[in-house]
T-cell receptor, first 116, second 113 residues
Framework: NAGVMQNPRHLVRRRGQEARLRCSPM?????VYWYRQLPEEGLKFMVY????????ESGMPKERFSAEFPKEGPSILRIQQVVRGDSAAYFC??????????????FGPGTRLTVL | GDSVTQMEGPVTLSEEAFLTINCTYT??????LFWYVQYPGEGLQLLLK?????DKGSNKGFEATYRKETTSFHLEKGSVQVSDSAVYFC????????????FGRGTSLIVHP
């Protein structure tokens, strides 16, 4: 049973370009979470999605960032017009069901974005 | 709102030393508590969890006890190995809400041979 998959693992963009990060949750998981991790900082929640729905995007910047989790295919985190401050590791996590606070999250290996 | 406070790192130990990483939390309800570990270049993975007061989570020699009276969930291991070198995150998840976990900042552990 494959774990959470993220690609690419490393992404280099120049300022002003777009970055697209992909996440395929574990089989049978319908809930996806995106986090950002900056050096020497903790994990910051960005957005929580269910298939075709954004449940909570309170941690996501209002401009340039968007996320989707279509009925078919992976979840996508899109960053438009990237700036140097967007350089970070972006992690995706999935879980199997809602209504279970004791449910752990399963993390992907992350995408390390570098903006030149 | 909810919060998790971990001791600052890095924690540097010699192999076979005793490990404690402190974690305290604030929560409005009765959260579940977790420790995750992140090895270099990888994502987080669950190390152990506890879902109610006085529960003890354990895995790979690590232990943590859910202490409601002190709102703590300290991570301990009796004898660390070089392979335990990683970043450790304490986290909580509230019931009755959206179940988005709150993570601490992480504590880096470095174990020398």
């Amino acid at each position: 049973n494959a774990g959470v998959m993220q690609n690419p693992r490393h992404l280099v963009r120049r300022r002003g370009q777009e970055a697209r990060l992909r996440c395929s949750p574990m089989k049978g998981h319908s809930h996806v979470y995106w986090y950002r991790q900056l050096p020497e900082e903790g994990l910051k929640f960005m957005v929580y999605l269910q298939k075709e729905n954004i449940i909570d995007e309170s941690g996501m910047p209002k401009e340039r960032f968007s996320a989707e989790f279509p009925k078919e295919g992976p979840s996508i985190l899109r960053i438009q017009q990237v700036v140097r401050g967007d350089s970070a590791a972006y992690f995706c996590a999935s879980s199997p069901n809602l209504g279970a606070a004791q449910q752990e999250q399963f993390f992907g290996p992350g995408t390390r974005l570098t903006v030149l | 709102g909810d919060s998790v406070t971990q001791m600052e790192g890095p924690v540097t130990l010699s192999e076979e030393a005793f490990l404690t990483i402190n974690c305290t939390y604030t929560a409005t309800g009765y959260p579940s508590l977790f420790w995750y570990v992140q090895y270099p270049g990888e994502g987080l993975q669950l190390l152990l969890k506890a879902t109610k007061a006085d529960d003890k989570g354990s895995n790979k020699g690590f232990e943590a006890t859910y202490r409601k009276e002190t709102t703590s969930f300290h991570l301990e291991k009796g004898s660390v190995q070089v392979s335990d070198s990683a970043v450790y995150f304490c986290a909580l998840s509230e019931s009755g809400g959206s179940y988005i976990p709150t993570f601490g900042r992480g504590t880096s552990l470095i174990v020398h041979p």
